[in-house]
């Protein structure tokens, strides 16, 4: 049985379809390959939270909070790495390899481990811990980490012990309230522009192919308008 078979007999999902995704435009958008599982996953459910606590990042999330083409996984890349840098607090893996994919109603943030980039559907989810210094790593897919915490097979320390005590459940956000990826305020940026940027400021990038997520990071946060 699949992850997502598996998932989906333990936690039905909403008996209205989704909108469907551009999986296309969202991920020339991030600048990066997402693994399909996942794809699965957002396709299948949409927006919405797990078992009334697990929020995962969806490109038509109702508020930038949840919002996997939004601000929110950059920003907390940023975070991170000012924490790896200055040592402020224990960072397991490198951030630049940290891509932000949910949060829990206690404030842990869930990530793939996005290495290596090019082969997206080999990546492991890592959990950190909400006010504290814990992480936790699970080996395997973003639906197999929601199948096996959400079974009673792996247990994320950070997460509450009664989280199992109601019936596992997933609940949409109201469709009501979904608003569309907005398009960016700022013109469309030619990458060679953000190729010479990047050079000139030390990354290495190649003459072809995608630039790197944590580069058009860093162009973004050094050129904000």
Same mark, same amino acid.
């Given at each position: 049985?699949?992850?997502?078979?598996?998932?989906?007999?333990?936690?039905?999902?909403?008996?209205?379809?989704?909108?469907?995704?551009?999986?296309?435009?969202?991920?020339?958008?991030?600048?990066?390959?997402?693994?399909?599982?996942?794809?699965?996953?957002?396709?299948?459910?949409?927006?919405?939270?797990?078992?009334?606590?697990?929020?995962?990042?969806?490109?038509?999330?109702?508020?930038?909070?949840?919002?996997?083409?939004?601000?929110?996984?950059?920003?907390?890349? !940023?975070?991170?790495?000012?924490?790896?840098? @200055?040592? =402020?607090?224990?960072? #397991?893996? $490198? +951030?630049?390899?940290?891509?932000?994919?949910?949060?829990?109603?206690?404030?842990?943030?869930?990530?793939?481990?996005?290495?290596?980039?090019?082969?997206?559907?080999?990546?492991?989810?890592?959990?950190?811990?909400?006010?504290?210094?814990?992480?936790?790593?699970?080996?395997?897919?973003?639906?197999?980490?929601?199948?096996?915490?959400?079974?009673?097979?792996?247990?994320?320390? !950070?997460?509450?012990?009664?989280?199992?005590? @109601?019936? =596992?459940?997933?609940? #949409?956000? $109201? +469709?009501?309230?979904?608003?569309?990826?907005?398009?960016?305020?700022?013109?469309?940026?030619?990458?060679?522009?953000?190729?010479?940027?990047?050079?000139?400021?030390?990354?290495?990038?190649?003459?072809?192919?995608?630039?790197?997520?944590?580069?058009?990071?860093?162009?973004?946060?050094?050129?904000?308008?």
């Amino acid at each position: 049985m699949t992850d997502i078979a598996a998932l989906t007999q333990l936690c039905p999902p909403p008996q209205s379809p989704p909108r469907p995704v551009d999986w296309d435009g969202v991920e020339a958008g991030l600048g990066v390959r997402l693994p399909e599982d996942y794809k699965r996953l957002a396709a299948v459910y949409g927006p919405g939270v797990f078992s009334g606590y697990i929020h995962i990042y969806h490109p038509c999330g109702r508020t930038e909070f949840v919002d996997l083409t939004g601000p929110m996984p950059g920003r907390i890349r !940023a975070q991170l790495q000012r924490d790896y840098d @200055q040592g =402020t607090h224990p960072v #397991p893996y $490198d +951030p630049r390899n940290l891509f932000a994919i949910g949060v829990t109603d206690n404030g842990e943030h869930l990530f793939w481990i996005s290495e290596p980039q090019d082969a997206p559907d080999t990546w492991r989810i890592a959990v950190n811990e909400a006010r504290g210094p814990r992480w936790f790593t699970f080996e395997g897919t973003l639906t197999g980490f929601l199948t096996s915490v959400l079974s009673g097979g792996t247990a994320v320390p !950070a997460f509450p012990k009664d989280l199992l005590e @109601q019936a =596992t459940s997933f609940t #949409p956000s $109201d +469709p009501a309230s979904w608003t569309p990826p907005q398009a960016p305020a700022r013109q469309p940026v030619a990458t060679d522009t953000i190729r010479q940027w990047a050079r000139a400021n030390g990354y290495e990038v190649p003459d072809r192919g995608r630039i790197r997520a944590e580069i058009r990071d860093a162009w973004e946060r050094a050129n904000p308008t």
